[in-house]
């Protein structure tokens, strides 16, 4: 099946830690993204890439960094420096050119305790 | 500053209603605005978009009014089930950067038996 897999769905961390969040795609998109979604305030962009070892800061980069090493994968790593790493996050992607839909992953839960 | 502004945050409606959320932006460079569901833990996926060169367009029970002089748009389900509840969010993208979405804050829809 084709798809967008985030692993794992629920992480839990110790402040102070950097972790990992996987997101692999197989439906040769171009365009993979980041966002965090909050209660209330809908889905804010961290990073996006649109080519293979190209990526941009989105609104709220700040305390995360990400890798675009293969074209199916778009790690993101949150580090100690986010002040407040608790939320769910979302991974996307969609074909580069012309009006296209993002795709959306299941999501990864992240808690720091 | 919030590209898009969605409105309400919440909405209860009657099985068989209507449900009605409004979106509104600033940017006229905006050249394609997208609705998408989301249901509880899960991720988003889209429901129906539409670009400014049309007033409105309608997939089943869902339709998308588009005023471009108002720079509005809504979404409206009509005959409203219980298995709508979920939260709503629209979003619009950039002319020149299509692969940058900017999301609304999102409206979560509850249709009563």
């Known amino acids: 099946d084709g798809g967008i897999t985030q692993s794992p769905k629920y992480l839990f961390r110790k402040e102070g830690q950097n972790v990992t969040l996987s997101c692999e795609q197989n439906l040769n998109h171009d365009a993979m993204y980041w966002y965090r979604q909050d209660p209330g305030q809908g889905l804010r962009l961290i990073y996006y890439s649109q080519i293979v070892n190209d990526f941009q800061k989105g609104d709220i980069a700040e305390g995360y960094s990400v890798s675009r090493e293969k074209k199916e994968s778009f790690p993101l790593t949150v580090t100690s420096a986010q002040k407040n790493p608790t939320a769910f996050y979302l991974c996307?992607?969609?074909?580069?050119?012309?009006?296209?839909?993002?795709?959306f992953g299941p999501g990864t839960r992240l808690t720091v305790l | 500053q919030q590209q898009v502004k969605q409105s309400p945050q919440s909405l209860i409606v009657q099985k068989g209603g209507i449900s009605i959320i409004n979106c509104a932006y600033e940017?006229?460079?905006?050249?394609?605005f997208p609705w998408y569901q989301q249901f509880p833990g899960k991720g988003p996926a889209l429901l129906i978009a539409i670009r400014p060169d049309v007033s409105e367009k309608k997939e089943g029970r869902f339709t998308i009014s588009f005023n471009k002089s108002a720079k509005q748009f809504s979404l409206h389900i009509m005959d409203s089930q219980p298995g709508d509840s979920a939260t709503y969010f629209c979003?619009?993208?950039?002319?020149?950067?299509?692969?940058?979405?900017?999301f609304g804050s999102g409206t979560k829809l509850n249709v009563k038996p």
């Open positions: 940017n006229t460079a905006f050249d394609y």
């Open positions: 996307a992607s969609s074909p580069s050119t012309g009006y296209n839909e993002q795709f």
């Open positions: 979003a619009a993208s950039l002319r020149y950067n299509f692969n940058k979405f900017y």
